[in-house]
């Protein structure tokens, strides 16, 4: 574990205010999956499936509306980890999944609810304002875990704690999907990004960066199985960083 940087020490809570404001902005300009992150969801659907063949989930049909979030967690649902505005939740549920949205940006979970239809089609989603360093979440109670470039906000030193909590609240068999940005072997590890498109100077967003191996260590580290490491040919907005995808299974 690396130790902390007294640089980025309100690192979490910068990169928070900045997604408060700048929800609707990034809903926007983010709400195209590229092809890198629909492979990734069809491998981890198919996961899934095979997940839940091995080990059934009571049919309980579609939650309602009003439901309390310990009701909800009775349909032992797919966690989506630092949701931002919704946009994997939604893909989730049109494939018919149960779908728990979780982000520490109430601007982002506003956004979210706000492109999310009150009734879907098929499936269903539930937001929740948590903490991916303490999920309130009971031991097992979610089906997978995808976790779609937000552990890359939290500094080196804080995301096996992180990786930890999305590792116990998977049950056993449940595959994780984990996306962060790359680094090369001697690129800067930890820094602040200017948000782009911000009449905000002191909008800022913090990125840690990993390299595949470092990556794939984090994921083994919380005590799950590594199936596939892989690394994307489509850049980032910066131009300038990969993104590497871990695929996992709780043993």
């Known amino acids: 574990m690396s130790a902390q940087d007294p640089r980025f020490?309100?690192?979490v809570e910068l990169t928070t205010a900045t997604y408060d404001q700048a929800a609707r902005d990034y809903a926007e300009?983010?709400?195209r999956m590229g092809s890198y992150w629909v492979e990734r969801m069809e491998q981890f659907l198919t996961l899934l499936a095979e997940a839940e063949e091995?080990?059934?989930?009571?049919?309980?049909?579609?939650?309602?509306d009003d439901i309390e979030l310990d009701e909800y967690l009775n349909f032992i649902p797919l966690l989506d980890a630092g949701c931002g505005s919704g946009r994997d939740a939604r893909a989730f549920a049109a494939a018919g999944q149960i779908v728990?949205?979780?982000?520490?940006s109430q601007g982002m979970l506003d956004e979210a609810g706000e492109r999310t239809a009150r009734r879907l089609a098929t499936g269903a989603i539930r937001y929740a304002l948590m903490d991916l360093r303490r999920l309130e979440l009971p031991d097992a109670s979610c089906c997978g875990v995808w976790c779609s470039a937000s552990l890359l906000h939290l500094p080196l030193h804080v995301a096996p704690r992180a990786m930890a909590e999305l590792a116990r609240v998977a049950r056993s068999g449940a595959p994780l999907t984990l996306f962060v940005k790359d680094r090369a072997p001697d690129g800067e590890a930890e820094r602040y990004e200017p948000y782009p498109n911000s009449a905000d100077?002191?909008?800022?967003?913090?990125?840690a960066y990993y390299t595949a191996d470092e990556a794939r260590a984090l994921v083994a580290g919380a005590g799950l199985d590594v199936i596939e490491a892989g690394v994307s040919a489509e850049l980032d907005h910066t131009r300038q960083h990969?993104?590497?995808?871990?695929l996992a299974r709780k043993p």
Request: net charge positive; glycine share 8%; hydrophobic share 35%.
């Open 9 to 11: 020490a309100q690192a």
């Open 29 to 31: 300009r983010n709400e």
């Open 54 to 64: 091995r080990r059934p989930i009571p049919e309980l049909g579609r939650p309602g």
């Open 100 to 104: 728990l949205g979780v982000d520490l």
């Open 201 to 207: 100077t002191n909008a800022r967003r913090f990125y």
């Open 242 to 246: 990969r993104w590497v995808s871990i």
